[in-house]
Every structure is written in structure tokens, then in C-alpha cells.
């Protein structure tokens, strides 16, 4: 077992001697991370997993299994500092071209939470067709 197996089985509370593999279906990022180093490291190793099988590597053939979720894809944010802050989005950047340069493959993200432009086409279509929502 690797040593993301390990601590991840740690941080949940599982038994060490599990006989199955640790699979991992999904990655759900809420906000940024504080450091980043090793998340994008975690988050690289999960999303070139086979099956979410923290260690393995899919073939070049197979598509992405572990799917990445996030909620704010705002690159910079303004607050009292004159300069704009980074945000969630130079994440998702960082994450994609370290792991373009690493595997030379794209990671498949799904984003949820601020209006991005196909939520609002998406609105535009329900006010079109009459939809209330409710």
C-alpha cells in the first residue's frame, strides 16, 4: 500500500489492513487550499489513477475515472490590498499545467457553484421555454 493509501485510510479512520484497495470515485474542491504543493500533488496521483486506485496509472487510452469538481473558477478577486488576490481558478490552472506537463494529458473538470457562461445560457433557456424552476 502507498503512502497516500495509508494516510488517507488514517485520516477516515479505516482499519491499516484493509484486503481492498483504497478507490477514490470523486475530488470535491469547496475552496482554496492552503497548501498547495501537496494537494496538487494528491489531486495529480488521483486524477492519472485507474479506478481512483490511489498509486495506480490509467493507459493513455482510458478517461479520466476520478472526477473534479470545484466551485469557483474566479481567477483573481479584489479585497483591501491594492493588487488582485488569487483565487480558486489559478488553482485549477496550476492543477491543469502541472498535470499537462507531467502525463501530457488534460484534466476533465466539472465546475458547480458561481455563474459561469453555461449557467447563464442555461437560464436563458428556461426563461425562454416559460420554466419557473419550482
Given at each position: 500500500m502507498d503512502w497516500l493509501a495509508k494516510r488517507a485510510r488514517a485520516r477516515l479512520g479505516l482499519p491499516k489492513d484493509l484486503k481492498a484497495p483504497l478507490k477514490i470515485e470523486a475530488i470535491f474542491m469547496l475552496s482554496d487550499p492552503t497548501m498547495w504543493e501537496e494537494n496538487?500533488?494528491?489531486?495529480?496521483?488521483?486524477?492519472?489513477?485507474?479506478?481512483?486506485?490511489?498509486?495506480?496509472?490509467?493507459?493513455?487510452?482510458?478517461?479520466q475515472f476520478v472526477k473534479f469538481y470545484m466551485t469557483n473558477p474566479d481567477f483573481l478577486y479584489a479585497d483591501a490590498f491594492v493588487l488582485?488576490?488569487?483565487?480558486?481558478?489559478?488553482?485549477?490552472?496550476?492543477?491543469?499545467?502541472?498535470?499537462?506537463?507531467?502525463?501530457?494529458?488534460?484534466?476533465?473538470?466539472?465546475?458547480?457553484?458561481?455563474?459561469?457562461?453555461?449557467?447563464?445560457?442555461?437560464?436563458?433557456?428556461?426563461?425562454?421555454r416559460g420554466d419557473t424552476g419550482g
Open positions: 496538487l500533488q494528491i489531486m495529480c496521483d488521483l486524477i492519472i489513477s485507474r479506478d481512483g486506485v490511489p498509486g495506480s496509472v490509467r493507459l493513455p487510452s482510458e478517461k488582485p488576490r488569487h483565487a480558486e481558478g489559478c488553482y485549477q490552472y496550476c492543477l491543469e499545467g502541472i498535470f499537462r506537463r507531467q502525463y501530457g494529458r488534460e484534466v476533465e473538470t466539472i465546475v458547480y457553484g458561481k455563474p459561469t457562461a453555461r449557467t447563464y445560457k442555461f437560464a436563458g433557456l428556461s426563461r425562454y
